[in-house]
């Protein structure tokens, strides 16, 4: 119910500021509440702070347990115009000796049997239509192998499915199904189609029969898309011209080979960009210049293991490194192989040759990894090559120095925290004092306000001992020699100016020295593990330390996903939060109560005002 005010009509008095200064004093133990709550919600705000700067140290110290933070490895070869090398953190500590390299790996080229065009003035034009423009290429047959049908897509997803098991299409198929246009892909990794049996497929075959079921040569994962492109005869609606060729190769995955399929209105370049985008391996390119094309694997090296020179003919897929069939890329592009009865020729498909530390071997590559080193063969060359591995002192030093100078500034910025003064009286500014001050006048006294809230906090500084006696205690490890089982044996030791808190400091050359002597030692006394605190590295113990204590913070101050049942301010956050609410209930009582009161003096005071108006208008009437 609300209570009607009258204010100072009869009295002429204020009565709103009379109000208002009577609850300012009401309102005093409200404000000291929600004083109490701001400091609490900035203690929660710098506990999540420190915590935030614990976790982006412990990511440093889980970087710091990688060996590739204590095994960087130079390399140096004597020759760097024949071979180049770089090393992995894999990689030991030795040399090389790379020689007769009789040949270098190449990547296997099907160079056309000629000129494509007609006319060798006028060149065939990439963007026209390839219907109707057949007299443009050079070819005596120009079998382009056009069909007329209608082009279809089926999509499904797969149930879980094994290898072997018929997937039917879920349309039936609208006419009779041309099986050399249809291309299969899952999860758009395109398929080879097979249409001769189901029997022996390999996992990346599909067997698709004359309904276009298909049975695939691998188990096919729940979920995975299937897309099946195809033409029927059917020519009743949305007839078309179209082709189709294959391409094929051998790769380091297996053999490979896809169904070209193209439309007469498709030009020679997107037909060139269909099989550059397909999975078959390999890239078509066509020179204007000499008007002739070439297949080019992606990949070097002779993944057929046979010489495609010394191949039998008619060359078959057992001695080439690239295939195509299809009148349309064999006769019209001329892509049909001399031992095919065309005038292609395909080169290169080679491996590279040589000899290592007395091994005669071969690679795919010319770039190609030996035990963590990878090497790099940039020419042919007899007379030897020695490459020599050494570790990298200067960039191991520069990691344990990056990591020494992040705990530096961590325990820096900490100690700063629990170490700021802290103002009494300098509480929370409430609104009314807010109304009074300037806005610098509320920024300097509210960062006194915010200062010291966590001023020798126990959690922070135990972390800060902790992380000292983690540092300075030895690590008795079987992989760390005793001469350098600490820091301090290392070049590693604490500031000697105390007021610096135990900032550690590097003796450069000490630490150098430490890492070409002995880098098994230095790298365990870092990341050592062990099963009790005596045996692990230093970098465990701190992690140790540093996770212990956010899991500490975190009960106390919680996280930016907790809510303030889980945390200890959080729970108090929610107590002072319920006594506020009830507060500002009872000020409301209050202040109504007030009002009431002087609203019925006002009435009284209008009541006697309008009995004396009568009372001398009467006296008056009567003289």
Do not use: C
């Not at 105390?498 to 430490?514: F, H, R, S, T, V």
């Not at 303030?564 to 409301?588: E, H, P, V, W, Y």
């Amino acid at each position: 119910m609300t209570t009607m005010r009258i204010s100072g009509i009869a009295s002429g008095m204020d009565i709103d500021k009379m109000v208002g200064d009577l609850m300012k004093a009401e309102r005093m133990p409200l404000d000291k509440l929600k004083q109490k709550k701001q400091v609490l919600e900035w203690q929660r705000d710098d506990y999540r702070s420190m915590n935030t700067l614990l976790l982006n140290f412990r990511t440093e110290l889980t970087g710091m347990k990688m060996t590739t933070r204590y095994r960087a490895r130079t390399t140096a070869s004597t020759n760097e115009a024949q071979v180049t090398a770089t090393a992995s953190s894999a990689a030991s500590q030795g040399s090389y000796s790379v020689s007769n390299v009789t040949q270098l790996a190449t990547a296997a080229t099907l160079k056309n049997g000629g000129p494509i065009s007609a006319d060798p003035t006028k060149k065939v034009d990439l963007n026209s239509q390839l219907f109707g423009n057949e007299a443009a290429f050079n070819s005596t047959s120009l079998n382009f192998g056009w069909k007329s049908g209608t082009a279809f897509s089926q999509s499904i997803t797969a149930s879980a499915t094994t290898a072997g098991t018929p997937i039917a299409l879920p349309t039936p198929l609208d006419g009779t199904l041309d099986l050399a246009s249809v291309t299969v892909a899952v999860n758009n990794k395109n398929y080879e189609v097979v249409t001769s049996s189901a029997t022996g497929l390999k996992p990346n075959q599909v067997y698709v029969n004359s309904s276009g079921a298909m049975t695939f040569g691998a188990d096919i994962a729940a979920g995975s898309k299937i897309q099946m492109d195809y033409f029927t005869n059917n020519a009743s609606t949305g007839a078309v011209n179209y082709s189709t060729f294959s391409v094929g190769s051998y790769t380091s995955t297996g053999f490979v080979k896809q169904n070209i399929t193209f439309k007469g209105t498709d030009t020679l370049s997107q037909v060139i960009s269909k099989v550059n985008a397909s999975d078959t391996g390999v890239t078509m390119f066509y020179d204007s210049f000499s008007d002739q094309m070439t297949l080019t694997r992606k990949e070097t090296g002779n993944f057929n293991g046979k010489d495609p020179a010394a191949a039998t003919n008619p060359m078959t897929s057992a001695d080439s490194e690239i295939l195509t069939s299809g009148s349309f890329i064999d006769d019209v592009l001329k892509f049909k192989t001399v031992k095919n009865g065309g005038a292609a020729v395909e080169s290169g498909g080679q491996d590279a040759m040589f000899t290592v530390n007395g091994l005669t071997t071969q690679r795919h590559t010319n770039t190609f990894d030996m035990n963590g080193v990878t090497f790099t063969l940039k020419q042919t060359f007899a007379a030897p090559v020695n490459v020599t591995i050494n570790n990298d002192t200067n960039s191991v030093f520069d990691n344990i120095k990056g990591f020494i100078d992040k705990y530096n500034t961590l325990i820096d910025t900490v100690q700063k925290k629990t170490s700021e003064d802290y103002f009494r009286d300098y509480p929370p500014l409430t609104d009314d004092q807010k109304l009074t001050l300037s806005d610098k006048q509320q920024e300097q006294w509210e960062a006194k306000a915010k200062s010291g809230l966590i001023r020798q906090d126990p959690i922070l500084n135990g972390v800060l001992n902790q992380m000292r006696s983690s540092f300075y205690a030895p690590v008795n490890n079987s992989q760390v020699n005793a001469a350098y089982n600490q820091l301090a044996k290392v070049g590693i030791t604490t500031s000697a100016n105390y007021l610096e808190g135990g900032k550690l400091q590097i003796d450069e050359a000490k630490l150098k020295a430490a890492i070409q002597a002995d880098p098994t030692s230095v790298e365990n006394l870092f990341r050592g593990s062990g099963t009790t605190s005596s045996d692990q590295g230093v970098i465990q113990r701190l992690y140790d330390n540093v996770t212990d204590t956010m899991d500490s913070l975190k009960q106390k101050a919680g996280n930016t996903f907790s809510t303030n049942k889980q945390f200890a301010i959080g729970l108090k956050l929610d107590s002072l939060g319920t006594q506020i609410t009830s507060f500002d209930g009872r000020m409301k009582q209050v202040e109504d109560r007030y009002y009431r009161q002087f609203t019925a003096m006002e009435q009284a005071m209008q009541k006697a005002n309008s009995q004396a108006s009568y009372m001398q208008q009467h006296f008056a009437g009567g003289q």
